[in-house]
Nanobody, 125 residues
Framework: QVQLVESGGGSVQAGGSLRLSCAAS????????MAWFRQVPGKEREGVAC????????YYADSVRGRFTISQDNAKSTVDLQMNSLKPEDTAMYFC??????????????????WGQGTQVTVSS
């Protein structure tokens, strides 16, 4: 049974930092595309960053490139998202996701078939 459990969310002022972590079980994350998405009520889920460790590949949404860093620890089966220089528009529920390493490596929602329950990030101005 696959489980993805997010942690590390919270409230922070603009300009601050948070580190999210996703603990994965029931799958081998080194064989998967792993990603972080976010969603604001009433809006579509948005891809933030993804990683494929076997290829040493990462990809970021334009809105977070240069501020967020995704990393993966295969031994611990965790995927982290370091978020710096946070802005109020980063406020959202953040979800960890996993998908089979097939096809294009990107942040298309349809590519990921395992999802966590989410962790809330709130950035105040």
């Amino acid at each position: 049974q696959v489980q993805l459990v997010e942690s590390g969310g919270g409230s922070v002022q603009a300009g601050g930092s948070l580190r999210l972590s996703c603990a994965a079980s029931g799958l081998t994350i080194s064989r998967m595309y792993m990603a972080w998405f976010r969603q604001v009520p009433g809006k579509e889920r948005e891809g933030v960053a993804c990683i494929y460790s076997r290829a040493g590949a990462t990809y970021y949404a334009d809105s977070v490139r240069g501020r967020f860093t995704i990393s993966q620890d295969n031994a611990k089966s965790t995927v982290d998202l370091q978020m710096n220089s946070l802005k109020p528009e980063d406020t959202a529920m953040y979800f960890c996701a996993a998908g089979p390493a097939l096809g294009v490596f990107d942040l298309a929602t349809r590519r990921y078939n395992y999802w966590g329950q989410g962790t809330q990030v709130t950035v105040s101005s």
